[in-house]
Structure formats: C-alpha cells, structure tokens
C-alpha cells in the first residue's frame, strides 16, 4: 500500500518543497524503491518521469539537468519513507505528482502508486522596516515598527520575529521576541527573563503593522536589529507549513553606557546657611546639583 501527502498542497514560486511518501505491507527483507513522476497542467495525460532510488537513468531530458546539479533529490526519512525535495520550485512545476513502488514480489496485491496535487502561487509577502542607524544611551526606549503584508489568495496566517546580530558576531543571530501564528508571545532563551517583567515587547497595531518595543535599553543590546515574517497554510491533513519567509534590512543600534557615579574622597561643601560649618561628604556621590544662597551644593546619594 502507497500513500502519498494529500492535497492540493498550495506552494511558493521559487521556495523549497518537500512532498512525502510511504509504503506497508511489504516483505520487510526486500529494499523498496521509490520512483516519482509528474503530469504537468500543459499535458495532464503525458508521465514525465522526475527521479528514482533505483534508476539513475530513471529522469526526462526536462528533469535530468535539475536532478543531476541537486535541485531535486530523494531524502530517505525511514526504510518505508521518503520525501520528493525540490529546492527551487518553478511555475511549471504545478501539477499531479504520483509517487510509484515497482513490484518486488511474484503476484500484484494491493495499490502501488499515489497521487497528489501541487500549485505553485506567486510570493506575496512584504516585510519591511526603515532602515536606521540608531545611537542610544543605555536605559532609553526603544521602538521599531516592521510591516508586513500579504496578498496570497488562499486563507494563511503570518507569524513575526525580531532578531539580533550581536556585535563582533556577524552570522549568530539570536532571536528576541516573536508572535507566532496562533498570536502567542515567545521570547527567546536569552529574554525570557525580560519578557517576563515587560522589559521587551511586542505588539500588531492595524492590518499591517507590529510594534517591537525594549522599555529599558542595556549595552548588550547594542549590535544589527532585524524583523523576519513567515506566512503559513493549513494543508489538507490538517498540518500547518511554512510556505515562505523574509526578513527585512537590519537597524544598526548602537548603547552608550552612562557613567553614574563619581568618587570623591572628603569633599568639603560650606554652606552658610548651616551656621557656616563646613560639611564633608565622604565616599561615591550621584551627579548632581543645586544652588542655594549663591553657593554651589553637590547632593550626595548617601548622606
């Protein structure tokens, strides 16, 4: 018995597919191979063969040169499983594709072929933010809008992300905050602790816009910002997939840290309004000051 992913399964253009296939009831101690074929739009009744586990000569002139480079391939999930990966999905791949299982026993029992149906719909998705170079003192606010949208005709749902590139490491990106597609926050590892206090947040105001806020900026936060947004369909099993992704320009953040102390060792402020005693303050004091009486008063954030 073969059985393929049922559909219609509705794909982006130029996106990496994958389709699965499996069969049962087979003798266990004989290798099954996998054969796929497609019937295109433009010739429904014409077998184009795609590629096969047993066959390296298996594939059309129209799918031999895609085969061969790696841009369709068979994956080996289980010893009764497979999946059809294609990395680079075209228009013309829209169509029924029928995954077969040569016979390997001496009379025909069961079904050994399945069909399913692909379409290929244009990328529709717009992710955006405005593209900055922010310098911010530590414990500033922060907010930054990402805007995202979508024409897809076919009923998805859209999830967003922020990441950050620390600085000085260039391709480790960390995730911060994101919505998923059923509207639930999850921070990532890293804030979980910040998320839980309010420190960062994110929130969809209107269609079309999602609103990524740091209430109390820290010098670790500094290096390359970006927003990232995944569109999703339910397909026919009930399985929700990702049908495409992507991110925007990154936001350059730069932190200055805030000097908040000064030391100072028996410092004498006289003030005449004490009797014209002198007053030593001793140890760190906060940056700070007023006057009183024509006379310069530092205030000290231990007296």
Same mark, same amino acid.
């Given at each position: 018995? &073969? ?5 219609? +399964?509705?794909?982006?253009? *130029? ?5 699965? %296939?499996? @069969? $049962? ?101 717009? &992710? ?5 170079? +922010?310098?911010?003192?530590? *414990? ?5 809008? %990402?805007? @995202? $949208? ?154």
């Amino acid at each position: 018995m &073969v059985s393929i992913q049922k559909g219609p +399964l509705y794909r982006v253009i *130029g996106t990496h597919i994958t389709i699965s %296939c499996n @069969v $049962s009831g087979y003798q266990k101690s004989v290798e099954q191979n996998f054969e796929w074929s497609a019937y295109q739009l433009s010739a429904p009744q014409r077998e184009m063969k795609i590629i096969s586990t047993g066959d390296s000569k298996f594939s059309y002139q129209f799918y031999s040169g895609r085969v061969e480079s790696g841009e369709i391939y068979i994956e080996k999930t289980k010893e009764d499983s497979v999946l059809l990966h294609i990395t680079d999905l075209k228009k013309d791949d829209a169509g029924v594709y029928e995954c077969h299982i040569p016979n390997t026993e001496d009379v025909y029992l069961g079904t050994y072929s399945a069909k399913t149906n692909i379409s290929v719909i244009p990328n529709n998705l717009s &992710v955006t933010v405005k593209s900055q170079i +922010l310098m911010q003192n530590e *414990g500033d606010s922060l907010d930054l809008i %990402c805007q @995202v $949208s979508t024409a897809t005709a076919q009923h998805t749902h859209i999830s967003v992300a922020w990441y950050v590139i620390p600085e000085g490491r260039d391709k480790n990106a960390q995730n911060i905050l994101s919505l998923s597609k059923d509207y639930i926050l999850l921070p990532g590892p890293s804030y979980i602790e910040r998320f839980n206090t309010g420190d960062i947040r994110l929130v969809k105001i209107g269609d079309t816009e999602y609103k990524f806020s740091i209430i109390k900026l820290k010098h670790s936060d500094q290096g390359k910002l970006y927003c990232e947004a995944v569109e999703w369909i339910q397909d026919p099993d009930g399985t929700w997939k990702d049908i495409v992704r992507k991110q925007t320009n990154t936001t350059s953040l730069t932190i200055k840290r805030l000097d908040k102390k000064l030391n100072m060792n028996n410092t004498a402020v006289k003030n005449p309004t004490l009797n014209g005693k002198e007053n030593h303050l001793h140890g760190s004091v906060w940056l700070g000051s007023i006057m009183m009486g024509g006379w310069l008063v530092l205030i000290s954030g231990e007296i």
